[in-house]
């Protein structure tokens, strides 16, 4: 009886312990995600702003002077493709443009017939007191001379935007409401879902104010899959207009999390309570850190898209500039800060899926030393930058297989240790030997080493976790334990060896790759 | 003395021919021909006449039109399978042909759009390719959105000196975003304010096709309807090969008639009337191919003998070639009068006449369209066959290739459109040939 009770109460209490602390974790993940959905509503309100901001100057600029004839107006409405009907009417109410009577064409008089009401009703006019930001009243510090005004027919929400002149004539000019839509379906943000690692998180989309979608983002989420909606209307004039965004909850990986406690929770009633106890107090801290990770791993694929933009362009252009183009030195260092970007990246999002456990190298027949050199080619600007050098080293000249991706990457977190911690000792020493059973490939510096205390604990994630998110990632903590990982993965090691000075590590391939089960 | 006299006379008759080979041969046909269906009308009434404005700018030597070309592709769930592999495919082989200095981009969408390829030149042909390479199958069909960014990904090298197009596939109904006939109607027409035509491809029996004819229509893009996906292949190729047969671009046509002359109507395109004045744009002519503007004029009452001025036509466009140069012209519209009707009817120009048979027959054929989708089919084949005559009768009358081939689809058109299992097929097929015929697109 006390024995069933010694078992039951404490997994009772740690039972309930956990879950309550898992969903401390949900509700907070879940308002981190909420105040970043909501930020980002609000900058794409800020960019549809900028963006009807630059359309009014633009407006202000062909419509500069109210002194012209009907082919003139006519002409603008042919050739300019945002603009559907002009209207013009001189300062003692006569209407300028569309000419009356037979003159007038069929959509012209339509026109006329669909803003009779706000002509009647006329423009502001006045001191300013509440010039919003759209209106660029620095032209005129007294007086509203231009603005938007938003108004309903058909099918919806249309914008006239209208101008006075200095002899007090009113331009006001339709916008054709398809190209504004069109027009703000390119302003919006627009990053693909990554499917193949299956991260979706987002589901944004712009609804105009019959509820009908106009553009969206992110997969559209099914029943009850979404959990936290942010809603935000447009400023005005659009103000009829609604963004909403949508947070993915199976993005968290709240219900693995749950199955996860659960089975240790069952663990914890055969070892006992205080087993238990100690594996979550130090399983917790690393989870935590996962977590952080998670979230990171989505912003992460959200710069991906417009750093393979970068970097392709960049590369197209290094292709067309001559060898010996003065802009060929900036060039460069654009091309290496992409690398490293996308190696920052590549390191979160290897970490994530290693931490999905899917994570798998797929070893090919090839040349080690050719990958080695390319690796370094890539750090060559910034490493020459820093007044470094490279001593090359390199004897594994039989193909083996392995993975290049995963070489490229484990090189480049070595060497990028290399140039942020030891660029104190002017050489990196990159050598490369083979043997009947493996490949051994050293990184080695001159710099201040790694303390004996600290050997093992750098392959182990987060160790420089602090409190500063970038620091946590695009420290050592999860390079080293990525590199690790993958050198494991094809069945190798990855060590840290005695050196006389400074660091230096070894990576040792199998000739024969034995892909470890995890 | 005979065979000097011979020699002579040869020569005569060599420099004649050479005199008449000459402007055909070195001074181009001119680009634009302005013409009246009836240049003697017939006195004491008013009176309804066609004035024809033919414009056709044939290329200068072997040159060929830089392009600028967004390839737009549905990944929606319903093109999986040989419709997406065969789209790739096409998609591919017709990029293969285009040259180092044209540009292209690659657009995908489904619920959402994505820039599989940014505007960038074929020069990067591995580049270009590896991006068709990588299309993979979603879910729904945002086709507004799609064509939106196909189009904004021109602006990024927007050139007046290259042919700015969006060619289209799609297989579905668009379903995100605007979708309706109207909306991507008045799209395609912003598109071609701004020098950019949307040509598109519909796959399949699923896709709009009053939605498709009418971004294609307002953007003087092709249309076609491609039943089976293996002619894919053949369709991607015609419509690049169209793009970059494209002799002139930014075709301006103004009329202005005279006192007293009404304008009624523009048969087969968009047109601007204001009162008395008639603006009519088109986005571009091809190498040896005639396009026009067809214009129904209500002429004044005259008196017999009399000779009038009925319009002013004035023009300009922007001639293609290594040097690109914009070029402008004006024409006196004038008409005589006679009470002979039979002096009338002589004198009738027939190449207008055809021109005006065939856009007549092509109204009516949607108006047979009209009539069948309102369930009135019998009504609909009397309309087609009573079509079919007319056209016959006039392709007799004008001796024309063009009436009889008119007057023949028409005769298969009232065959098929009785026929309730074949509507789909049908209906598509006979959008697209008006299209054609309203635009005089290549067939």
């Known amino acids: ?518 | 003395m005979i065979k000097r006299s011979r020699i002579t006379m040869i020569g005569i008759i060599v420099a004649i021919i050479a005199a008449a080979c000459a402007p055909s041969a070195d001074a181009s046909r001119e680009a634009v021909n302005v013409a009246l269906s009836q240049p003697v009308i017939l006195a004491g009434s008013t009176q309804t006449v066609y004035l024809k404005i033919g414009l056709q700018v044939d290329g200068e030597g072997d040159y060929r039109a830089p392009v600028n070309l967004a390839v737009v592709i549905d990944r929606s769930g319903s093109m999986q399978g040989e419709k997406l592999a065969r789209a790739k495919e096409a998609a591919k082989a017709a990029i293969n042909r285009l040259h180092p200095d044209d540009i292209v981009s690659v657009v995908a969408y489904d619920d959402t759009v994505r820039v599989l390829l940014p505007a960038t030149k074929v020069a990067d042909r591995a580049a270009v390719l590896g991006a068709i390479d990588g299309l993979q199958i979603g879910g729904n069909t945002a086709l507004f959105a799609g064509v939106s960014v196909g189009a904004s990904e021109l602006r990024k090298f927007f050139d007046r000196e290259r042919v700015n197009r969006v060619v289209l596939l799609s297989d579905g109904l668009a379903n995100v975003g605007p979708a309706t006939p109207a909306e991507l109607g008045a799209l395609g027409a912003s598109l071609k304010k701004e020098g950019i035509s949307v040509s598109t491809i519909g796959l399949g029996l699923g896709y709009n096709e009053d939605l498709m004819v009418r971004l294609a229509g307002h953007s003087d893009g092709n249309h076609a309807f491609v039943e089976h996906p293996r002619d894919l292949a053949r369709i991607f190729d015609l419509e690049f090969g169209d793009a970059v047969s494209v002799t002139a671009q930014d075709i301006l046509v103004r009329i202005e008639c005279a006192e007293g002359t009404r304008p009624v109507r523009v048969l087969g395109r968009e047109a601007e009337i204001a009162g008395r004045s008639v603006t009519v744009s088109v986005n571009q002519l091809y190498d040896a191919r005639e396009q026009y503007i067809l214009l129904e004029l209500e002429a004044p009452a005259g008196m017999s003998g009399q000779t009038r001025r009925l319009a002013g036509v004035s023009w300009s466009f922007l001639r293609m070639g290594s040097s690109p140069v914009t070029e402008r012209g004006t024409s006196r519209v004038e008409a005589r009068y006679s009470a002979d009707d039979k002096l009338v009817g002589a004198n009738e120009d027939s190449t207008v006449m055809v021109a005006v048979v065939e856009q007549i027959a092509t109204e009516r054929n949607r108006l047979a369209l009209d009539l069948r989708d309102q369930g009135r089919i019998d009504e609909a084949q009397a309309l087609l066959l009573k079509n079919c005559n007319y056209a016959n009768n006039n392709a007799v009358k004008y001796q024309s290739q063009i009436l009889t081939d008119v007057a023949l689809e028409n005769e298969i058109d009232a065959q098929q459109i009785v026929k309730e299992e074949e509507w789909t097929v049908q209906r598509k097929a006979m959008t697209e040939k008006q299209l054609k015929r309203s635009k005089q697109q290549k067939r």
């Open chain 1, 1 to 518: 009886m006390l024995l069933v009770l010694l078992v039951v109460l404490p997994t009772g209490l740690l039972a309930w312990l956990a879950i309550r602390g898992v969903r401390d974790e949900r509700v907070r993940v879940a308002g981190q995600l909420y105040a970043a959905a909501e930020s980002r509503l609000t900058d794409v309100d800020a960019r549809i702003e900028r963006w009807l901001e630059e359309k009014s100057g633009r407006l202000m600029d062909l419509t500069a002077s109210s002194n012209r004839d009907a082919v003139f107006w006519r002409d603008l409405v042919r050739t300019t493709p945002e603009i559907s009907q002009i209207v013009v009417r001189a300062a003692d109410g006569r209407l300028v443009h569309p000419p009356l009577g037979d003159a007038i064409s069929d959509a012209e008089s339509q026109f006329l017939v669909r803003i009779r009401r706000i002509l009647e009703r006329g423009f502001p006019s006045g001191p300013v007191e509440t010039a919003s930001p759209y209106d660029r009243s620095q032209r005129s510090q007294s007086a509203i001379d231009h603005g938007w005004v938003p108004w309903y027919w058909d099918e919806g929400l249309h914008l006239l935007f209208w101008r006075r002149d200095p002899a007090g004539s009113i331009i006001a000019v339709e916008l054709d409401r398809t190209r504004l839509m069109s027009d703000l379906v390119v302003a919006l943000p627009m990053e693909g879902d990554d499917s193949r690692s299956g991260v979706n998180l987002w589901h944004m989309a712009l609804e105009d104010s019959q509820g009908r979608v106009l553009s969206q983002t992110g997969s559209p989420m099914a029943d009850g899959e979404a959990m936290e909606t942010v809603e935000r209307r447009l400023s005005p004039p659009l103000g009829a207009w609604v963004l909403r965004a949508e947070v993915r909850s199976s993005s968290l990986g709240a219900l693995g999390i749950y199955l996860r406690v659960a089975g240790l929770i069952l663990v914890a009633a055969v070892l006992g309570g205080l087993a238990f106890v100690f594996h979550r107090e130090s399983s917790r801290e690393l989870r935590e850190a996962s977590e952080r990770v998670g979230f990171v791993n989505q912003v992460s694929h959200e710069l991906r898209t417009p750093l393979t933009n970068i970097r392709l362009y960049a590369e197209l252009l290094e292709r067309r500039l001559g060898e010996d183009d003065e802009n060929r030195s900036y060039l460069d260092i654009i091309v290496a800060e992409c690398s490293r970007l996308s190696r920052l990246i590549g390191n979160v999002l290897t970490f994530a899926r290693r931490n999905r456990g899917s994570l798998a190298v797929h070893p090919v027949e090839g040349s080690v030393d050719e990958t080695l050199r390319s690796v370094t080619a890539q750090f060559g600007p910034s490493l020459e930058a820093k007044g470094m050098e490279i001593a090359f080293d390199l004897a594994a000249t039989q193909p083996v297989p392995f993975d290049p991706d995963a070489l490229e990457q484990i090189v480049g977190n070595l060497l990028s240790n290399v140039e942020k911690y030891a660029a104190a000792g002017k050489v990196a020493e990159i050598s490369s030997r083979q043997n009947d059973r493996s490949t051994l490939i050293r990184v080695a510096d001159h710099g201040p080493g790694i303390p004996e205390d600290r050997e093992e604990s750098v392959f182990e994630p987060f160790v420089r976790l602090s409190d500063s998110l970038t620091e946590g990632v695009s420290g050592t903590g999860i390079g080293l334990s990525i590199a690790r990982e993958l050198a494991r993965l094809h069945g190798g090691e990855l060590r840290l060896v005695k050196a006389d000075r400074g660091a230096c590590f070894e990576l040792e391939l199998p000739k024969k790759p034995a892909r470890r089960p995890r």
